[in-house]
């Protein structure tokens, strides 16, 4: 198997811990480009994404013993630098069959696909020697305009029309009532956590491209200051994300790279997985804000794995930081046990290497600087720096112009 994001299917995670499953994990845009590689009949490529992880030196666990020890490890990648950058060798993805799901298909195998369930589905159908397409409504040859058609016939070698097209939501997330007592809201959010809401907004400008990961990140688009256009992107194909759906008004075939259930915005539009981690690649997008399990003080983030105990998988993380372009974590300081989560160095595999640019927590807003470390530039208003020291692995310096944290 090889995988992207385990996510919360625990059985999944129980068979790969067990050593049932033996599973490759790797980068959800790496992922996409092996497939849309291999259907181009393109054998490898470079490509920046988990330059100094274990993914490219090697020592990722594919399959475990089921005793807990490792039986096999991921092989190191190949390393090259161009034009003063790192990329590692990754090679495409060919397969005896694709299977994939259209909304609409026509007997010459053209398909379209509905809102952001198109995500995958044209990279495996091209990576595929037999590509078997199941569509909700098959129509006669000439129904579909030829601009509309998003998969040409040429990659499809069977068409099947669906018996059942119910589909299940898996995180049906809606917005707010307007009085406010059901919903969730980062009001009803604890005060911490709420701070560090207030404070990651502060990142946004004006025309700004940005993805947000799941939790607080994507709360702070609650605070996006009236009259300023920010676009947010989703990993799974969308541009241009607008808020959570009334009750009601939910589609299944609209969601965001946390499978939660979103809503269009004048200006939005849907694309490939692959034509999504281009533009982050390719440095269009100018800001991600992400969670973490540990930062580092040059800038290392962690937030993917647990060795032997928890399995999500990297999904489009390894890809965004390793883009190049603004990253900025928000995460509490510590652990629930007490420990730093902002260290001297991360204990964890990591996500990417001198990759942060800002840290905010409840406590503090550090810049990062992958030669230089940590620089404190905010404190929250109810603590002391020397306080912020104790609760801080990391060395760090004191800006001379330190702040009250932003709100």
């Given at each position: 198997?090889?995988?992207?994001?385990?996510?919360?299917?625990?059985n999944f995670?129980?068979?790969?811990?067990?050593?049932?499953?033996?599973?490759?994990?790797?980068?959800?845009?790496?992922?996409?480009?092996?497939?849309?590689?291999?259907?181009?009949?393109?054998?490898?490529?470079y490509?920046?994404?988990?330059?100094?992880?274990?993914?490219?030196?090697?020592?990722?666990?594919?399959?475990?013993?089921?005793?807990?020890?490792?039986?096999?490890?991921?092989?190191?990648?190949?390393?090259?630098?161009?034009?003063?950058?790192?990329?590692?060798?990754?090679?495409?993805?060919?397969?005896?069959?694709?299977?994939?799901?259209?909304?609409?298909?026509?007997?010459?195998?053209?398909?379209?696909?509905?809102?952001?369930?198109?995500?995958?589905n044209?990279?495996?159908?091209?990576a595929?020697?037999?590509?078997?397409?199941?569509?909700?409504?098959?129509?006669?040859?000439?129904?579909?305009?030829?601009?509309?058609?998003?998969?040409?016939?040429?990659?499809?070698?069977?068409?099947?029309?669906?018996?059942?097209?119910q589909?299940?939501?898996?995180?049906?997330?809606?917005s707010?009532?307007?009085?406010?007592?059901?919903?969730?809201?980062?009001?009803?959010?604890?005060?911490?956590?709420?701070?560090?809401v207030?404070?990651?907004?502060?990142?946004?400008?004006?025309?700004?491209?940005?993805?947000?990961?799941?939790?607080?990140?994507?709360l702070?688009?609650?605070?996006?200051?009236?009259?300023?256009?920010?676009?947010?992107?989703?990993?799974?194909?969308l541009?241009?994300?607008?808020?959570?759906?009334?009750?009601?008004?939910q589609d299944?075939?609209l969601?965001n790279?946390?499978?939660?259930?979103?809503t269009y915005?004048?200006g939005?539009?849907?694309?490939?997985?692959?034509?999504?981690?281009?533009?982050?690649?390719?440095?269009?997008?100018?800001?991600?804000?992400?969670?973490?399990?540990?930062?580092?003080?040059?800038?290392?983030?962690?937030?993917?794995?647990?060795?032997?105990?928890?399995?999500?998988?990297?999904?489009?993380?390894?890809?965004?930081?390793?883009?190049?372009?603004?990253?900025?974590?928000?995460?509490?300081?510590?652990?629930?046990?007490?420990?730093?989560?902002?260290?001297?160095?991360c204990?964890?595999?990591?996500?990417g290497?001198?990759?942060?640019?800002?840290?905010?927590?409840?406590?503090?807003?550090?810049?990062?600087?992958?030669?230089?470390?940590?620089?404190?530039?905010?404190?929250?208003?109810?603590?002391?720096?020397?306080?912020?020291?104790?609760?801080?692995?990391?060395?760090?310096?004191?800006?001379?112009?330190?702040?009250?944290?932003?709100q």
């Open positions: 198997m090889i995988s992207s994001y385990v996510g919360e299917n625990k995670e129980k068979q790969y811990l067990t050593g049932e499953l033996e599973v490759e994990l790797t980068p959800q845009g790496t992922l996409a480009e092996k497939l849309r590689a291999g259907g181009a009949g393109i054998p490898a490529f490509t920046p994404t988990a330059y100094g992880t274990n993914i490219h030196t090697g020592g990722v666990p594919v399959k475990y013993n089921p005793d807990g020890t490792v039986a096999i490890y991921s092989k190191p990648r190949e390393a090259r630098e161009f034009n003063g950058r790192n990329y590692i060798l990754e090679e495409s993805i060919r397969g005896d069959y694709s299977l994939v799901k259209a909304w609409k298909g026509d007997k010459e195998g053209n398909l379209v696909f509905r809102s952001t369930a198109r995500n995958f044209p990279d495996c159908a091209k595929g020697k037999i590509c078997i397409a199941e569509v909700e409504e098959l129509v006669e040859t000439g129904e579909l305009k030829p601009d509309e058609i998003h998969l040409p016939g040429i990659y499809v070698h069977r068409i099947i029309k669906s018996q059942i097209n589909k299940r939501i898996e995180k049906l997330t809606l707010k009532p307007a009085d406010g007592k059901e919903g969730g809201s980062v009001k009803d959010a604890n005060k911490l956590r709420d701070r560090i207030r404070r990651a907004a502060k990142e946004f400008r004006d025309g700004m491209y940005v993805n947000l990961g799941i939790g607080v990140p994507t702070s688009s609650n605070y996006i200051p009236a009259g300023m256009n920010v676009i947010l992107q989703s990993e799974n194909g541009l241009g994300m607008g808020p959570y759906p009334e009750p009601g008004k299944a075939d969601i790279a946390g499978k939660e259930t979103v915005i004048p939005s539009s849907i694309f490939s997985s692959s034509d999504s981690f281009a533009m982050i690649r390719g440095q269009h997008v100018q800001l991600t804000i992400l969670g973490a399990l540990e930062v580092s003080q040059y800038g290392d983030l962690a937030n993917w794995i647990i060795p032997g105990k928890m399995v999500k998988g990297m999904g489009g993380a390894m890809d965004l930081v390793s883009s190049g372009n603004r990253v900025v974590v928000t995460m509490e300081h510590t652990s629930k046990a007490g420990t730093s989560k902002v260290l001297k160095n204990s964890l595999p990591l996500t290497k001198n990759v942060v640019s800002r840290i905010i927590t409840e406590l503090a807003v550090f810049d990062v600087s992958p030669t230089t470390g940590l620089t404190l530039i905010e404190k929250a208003s109810d603590v002391t720096v020397d306080e912020i020291r104790s609760k801080t692995d990391a060395d760090f310096t004191v800006s001379p112009n330190l702040i009250d944290m932003l």
